[in-house]
């Protein structure tokens, strides 16, 4: 950071940016390669990698699933840090280049859904409005819902990018996005003090969608930041994250689409519940 910078007139892309995820970024959209996506045999195809947003979706098909609703799914590997989100075939389904993205080929017609908040909502009201909670809490569920889509980028692009992702460590950056994340984590302290989920009296998609970015950090597993926050002082929030943490259904979605961690974590690809037990990466690498 150079002290008494001036911006430009005209600002203009400087491709040696540096940083974590430098080779992805740019500051115009559309498709750098044609790849024509795979298609699985199920009704709903997943195209997506195991980061905070894209666990949304892979935890909402387990729990629609563990809870006994037909929503079996293939869920491909979208490869953020090989530029996978830039073939054409993805770009045809979001054009914002990002993960998660779904299509839905259960109708007459298939049906694209991007942004992972719209794909919780699109699979919630395919489903019975499942995981909304009852319908006097909806406005709360939404609120929440949205809390998250508007304060993470703040986590993720902000105290994320600056505090492990940046090449060169600046105080001032560090320091901002620090107070606006542990704000963010004071917020969902005081709310959770007098209940045991985010939107009403049973867990929601809000829960869904708020765990794997806040409740992964306290749980110390984004940015290796726990101590540098001092999650532990936000004890509601590490109580709600532990109990989400325990079910069934996000421990099995956060191993699909996972490329890092330990080999029995990894789920590449996801075609069958049996994939499970016969196709992480350890097994994969034992065969």
């Keep these: 950071m150079t002290v008494n910078y001036t911006p430009p007139e005209v600002w203009t892309w400087d491709k040696e ?4 995820f430098a080779s992805t970024n740019r500051p115009i959209a559309g498709p750098t390669h044609d790849k024509v996506l795979p ?16 666990v949304k979706a892979t935890i909402m098909f387990e729990e629609l699933l563990e809870a006994g609703h037909d929503a079996e799914y293939d ?3 979208i490869r953020i840090g090989e530029g996978d989100q830039f073939g054409s075939g993805f770009v045809e389904i979001n054009p914002n ?37 009852a319908p006097e809490h ?38 901002r996005y620090a107070m606006e994340a542990k704000r963010q984590l004071d917020v969902l302290d005081r709310h959770l003090a007098t209940r045991d989920w985010m939107a009403c009296d049973t867990y929601t998609i809000a829960d869904m969608a708020i765990w794997p970015w806040y409740g992964q950090l306290v749980l110390g597993r984004i940015y290796d930041a726990a101590k540098f926050l001092d999650v ?8 709600w994250a532990r109990r989400i943490d325990a079910r069934p259904a996000v421990q099995r979605g956060r191993m699909v689409n996972r490329t890092f961690g330990a080999p ?12 499970f037990d016969t196709r992480t990466q350890d097994k994969l690498e034992e065969a």
């Design 17 to 20: 940016n540096g940083g974590a």
């Design 75 to 77: 869920a491909w590997l």
């Design 39 to 54: 298609v699985g045999q199920h009704p709903f195809q997943l195209y997506s990698m195991a980061t905070p947003n894209g």
């Design 97 to 133: 280049s990002k993960i998660p993205a779904l299509m839905d080929r259960s109708g007459e017609a298939p049906v694209r859904v991007f942004e992972s908040a719209a794909i919780l909502m699109h699979l919630s009201e395919k489903f019975g409005n499942a995981f909304q909670g």
């Design 138 to 175: 909806r406005a709360e569920m939404l609120s929440w819902l949205f809390w998250q889509m508007g304060s993470a980028p703040f986590l993720g692009g902000g105290f994320g990018h600056f505090y492990a992702y940046a090449p060169e460590k600046y105080e001032y950056p560090i320091n």
């Design 264 to 275: 029995e974590t990894q789920l590449h690809e996801r075609h069958s519940a049996a994939d």
């Design 232 to 239: 532990e002082s936000y004890t509601h929030v590490l109580d």
